[in-house]
């Protein structure tokens, strides 16, 4: 499934209409192109990104880009989640870079939290994408379901090992959260096999 499908799909089952607003406006910046104010609407996903990492290098930051510049209709990301950058790690290489996607995507109404216990209870359907260090995954998404999630999106491999994945899976089911793994089809044997026939 498709991070666009799984947003789809969230927004879907919240019974709410697919009105969708846009206020476009420019701005300037490394980070930011044309892009629209942040708060999850009708028929959006209230979005929680779990681990940002580094501006032009971290999958995280790819997937909240994609949503700050509205590629994705269903989707409304309202929260980063990053420990690392926001903590110890601002000093470090990414960390500079980090701090300024920060005040530009909180200029647009996003919400900047160092731990998913920060956050306040969901206003829409929430969908927690997790990518982060895959050692953290099993608390990250232990937390995500604390915080309200309904849906969760792990970035492969998900966990350190099976055996934290079953775990992981039983806990999703016992809460009644959906959870599904994100995974890079660039590398997919029917898209390369599409590249060499193009």
Known sequence: MTIT???STLAARSGRATAFATARRQMSGAFSRTTTTMKAEAGQAEVVLVGCGAPNRGMGWYHGLQMVEKRCPSASLDYVVEP?????GSTTPGGPEFLECQAEWSALGVEFATSLSALPPPQAPRLALISGRTADNPGLLSESIAAGCKCILLEK??????????AMRDEAQEAGVEVLMGYNKNVCKYVSKTREFA
């Open 5 to 7: 499908a799984a947003f």
């Open 84 to 88: 690392w950058f926001m903590g110890p």
């Open 157 to 166: 491999p998900g966990a350190p090992t099976v055996a934290e994945l079953v």
